[in-house]
């Protein structure tokens, strides 16, 4: 019985909150605005050159970059989320240039 539990487990998972996307270029995310979810992106330059991930580093510490920055990160996209019509924000190096 135990597979049959592990398997439960899986299904009822939550979804994690965030993940390198599937070409290793971003890391993808979730926000919620105007009532709906928002998928939203930051690449991997963009971690490199304002998060301090080094370059060409494997995708679990891209992920530790963006959770270290996160508050931040997410306070961008929802920002750009809430001006934007669309169903996804991508974040790029010009949302983080000082003003």
């Given at each position: ?45 963009v ?46 190096a ?6």
């Amino acid at each position: 019985m135990k597979d049959a539990n592990d398997a439960e487990a899986l299904l009822n998972a939550p979804e994690p909150r965030e993940a390198v996307s599937g070409d290793g270029s971003s890391v993808e995310f979730k926000v919620v605005a105007h009532g709906r979810d928002i998928r939203c992106s930051i690449s991997r330059k963009v971690l490199e050159a304002y998060f301090w991930l080094p370059v060409g580093a494997a995708e679990a510490r891209m992920i530790r970059a963006f959770i270290d920055g996160r508050s931040r990160i997410v306070a961008l996209a929802e920002r750009k989320a809430l001006c934007a019509a669309g169903e996804t924000v991508v974040l790029t190096a010009k949302d983080f240039e000082r003003r």
